[in-house]
T-cell receptor
Framework: DTEVTQTPKHLVMGMTNKKSLKCEQH?????MYWYKQKAKKPPELMFV???????INESVPSRFSPECPNSSLLNLHLHALQPEDSALYLC???????????????FGSGTRLTVV | DAKTTQPTSMDCAEGRAANLPCNHS???????VYWYRQIHSQGPQYIIH???NNETNEMASLIITEDRKSSTLILPHATLRDTAVYYC?????????????FGKGTSLLVTP
């Protein structure tokens, strides 16, 4: 298995809702990442988990709450989002946070989130 | 991480080589050059990376100048499916942190 699987592919939520995005990989990678991508903009790093511990938080608002229950799973819990949070949310994984191996990062196809 | 500069957009005829330049004049000795691409509405895809030497794989070739201040990604025979945004990223080799940070990239259009 050489993929990163993200679910759901599309999500529409109200500003008072609580929802979660899920990311799964079975490549034995020990680093996992959340990126946010607005239309026609490059991906922006949000969080990094290394060996199931939060390693980097790029000053993301607390309405976004990451969780790494085990080495294969990464969740992003969403609560009280704003319409401007509508974006493509991408998950990625790598062997570790160093540049080991030749494959770099493997990205999922993303969850397209719309906040109404 | 060193900053990169890429042209905003480029065109290439199908079947011809696509040469995508990247300037990274502030690159340090331990910083790698990575190339990713993103086809519309998909996640970024790893293409190739290098430190000093030129590199080639089944997708592309990476040519890094001797002073390492610039590089060129070469797609030898571009197809319509190569239409995408191409990102050149420079980052340091480290196990202590820092993930990939994307710049604006080059939007490549391959035309019939």
């Amino acid at each position: 298995d050489t993929e990163v699987t993200q679910t759901p592919k599309h999500l529409v939520m109200g500003m008072t809702n609580k929802k979660s995005l899920k990311c799964e990989q079975h490549m034995g990678h020990r680093a996992m990442y959340w990126y946010k991508q607005k239309a026609k903009k490059p991906p922006e790093l949000m969080f990094v988990y290394s060996y199931e511990k939060l390693s980097i938080n790029e000053s993301v608002p607390s309405r976004f709450s990451p969780e790494c229950p085990n080495s294969s799973l990464l969740n992003l819990h969403l609560h009280a989002l704003q319409p401007e949070d509508s974006a493509l949310y991408l998950c990625a994984s790598s062997q570790d946070m160093g540049l080991t191996g030749s494959s770099g990062y493997t990205f999922g196809s993303g969850t397209r989130l719309t906040v109404v | 991480d060193a900053k990169t500069t890429q042209p905003t957009s480029m065109d290439c005829a199908e079947g011809r080589a696509a040469n995508l330049p990247c300037n990274h004049s502030t690159i340090s000795g331990n910083e790698y050059v990575y190339w990713y691409r993103q086809i519309h509405s998909q996640g970024p895809q790893y293409i190739i990376h290098g430190l000093k030497n030129n590199e080639t794989n089944e997708m592309a070739s990476l040519i890094i100048t001797e002073d390492r201040k610039s590089s060129t990604l070469i797609l030898p025979h571009a197809t319509l499916r190569d239409t995408a945004v191409y990102y050149c990223i420079v980052r340091a080799y480290s196990n202590s942190g820092y993930a990939l940070n994307f710049g604006k990239g080059t939007s490549l259009l391959v035309t019939p």
